[in-house]
């Protein structure tokens, strides 16, 4: 009875926010730089890019957001990072992946908006004949910079942002990810 009573209380306090329009999914796709903090790790990935691998990197979210008051919002991010090295007869992997959380702060400048979010995560390298390997589990933090084109379209409202992620993965070495995107509400 607890049980249906919390399912009961939850539904009603998401249809409550979602009503009032202060909810909202969100997705983002862009691009990253990302800056390795373990020298050993770039010694191979640039011995790998040497021998003619073409890198490209991909990165991408999935969240939620729920705006408290005009100028405040809250948002929670799974986020991911893929950096490929590739060559016609082989392809290496570099998967960062995390989940966030933080605030979002309007100032009321048009659509401009910035944010601040923890973020725990980790990066799983799979490469060619080389067993999958795995960092351990970073406390991180993530700053965003965004600008909402909302007040220009009204049907779609696609945001252009820049974020840079700080992951620390253990041994006193941390990845820097900085990210450019672009994110739209669904």
């Known amino acids: ?39 050993a790790f770039v010694t191979t990935f640039n011995g790998l890019k040497d021998r003619g691998y073409k890198n490209i990197v991909l990165s991408g979210e999935l969240g939620m957001r729920v705006i408290f008051m005009d100028n405040v919002a809250f948002c929670l991010n799974g986020v991911i990072s893929m950096d490929t090295l590739t060559l016609i007869t082989s392809n290496h992997f570099f998967f960062d992946y995390g989940i966030s959380g933080g605030v979002k702060i309007y100032p009321g400048l048009a659509g401009f908006n910035f944010g601040i979010e923890y973020i725990t995560g980790r990066r799983s390298d799979v490469m060619d004949d080389v067993e999958t390997v795995s960092t351990s589990w970073g406390n991180g933090f993530r700053l965003l910079l965004e600008y909402e084109f909302e007040n220009l379209i009204k049907s779609f409202s696609p945001s252009l942002g820049v974020a840079w992620r700080r992951m620390p993965r253990g041994n006193d070495v941390a990845d820097n990810i900085l990210s450019f995107y672009v994110r739209a509400p669904f």
């Open 1 to 39: 009875m607890k049980r249906f009573i919390c399912v009961i209380l939850a539904l009603s306090c998401f249809s409550i926010v979602t009503a009032a329009g202060k909810f909202n999914f969100t997705w983002a796709l862009g691009s990253s730089a990302t800056f390795y903090g373990d020298e």
